[in-house]
């Protein structure tokens, strides 16, 4: 049975940080890619980042690039989101990933991703 766990969401003031953790189990990732999304109220799935299982290859969506970071260690079987200099617009639920063999261009799609996890709220005060 394939699990995506997240932790290490909570509250936080703007400007501060956050380690989100995804552990997966129940499969081999390889040739998987796990995607970071979120999703605030009202408001549609939006990608935050992605990183392949087999290559560490990432790619961040415009709105976190150069404050969140995405890295994973295979021997942990773990995927992270560090996020730097949060804004109160970054509050929302926030999920994890896999999908199997995308191209770049596939990665911001959520239809693209087999197996999510249940999502750890952050919410960041102003």
């Known amino acids: 049975q394939v699990q995506l766990v997240e932790s290490g969401g909570g509250l936080v003031q703007a400007g501060g940080s956050l380690r989100l953790s995804c552990a997966v189990s129940g499969r081999n990732f390889s040739g998987y890619v796990m995607g970071w999304f979120r999703q605030a109220p009202g408001k549609e799935r939006e990608f935050v980042g992605g990183?392949?299982?087999?290559?560490?290859?990432?790619y961040v969506a415009d709105s976190a690039k150069g404050r969140h970071t995405i890295s994973r260690d295979s021997a942990k079987n773990t995927v992270f989101l560090q996020m730097n200099s949060l804004k109160p617009e970054d509050t929302a639920v926030y999920y994890c990933a896999a999908g199997r063999g995308m191209f770049y261009i596939r990665w911001p799609d959520p239809a693209g991703y087999n197996y999510w996890g249940q999502g750890t709220q952050v919410t960041v005060s102003s």
């Open positions: 990183i392949a299982w087999s290559g560490g290859n990432t």
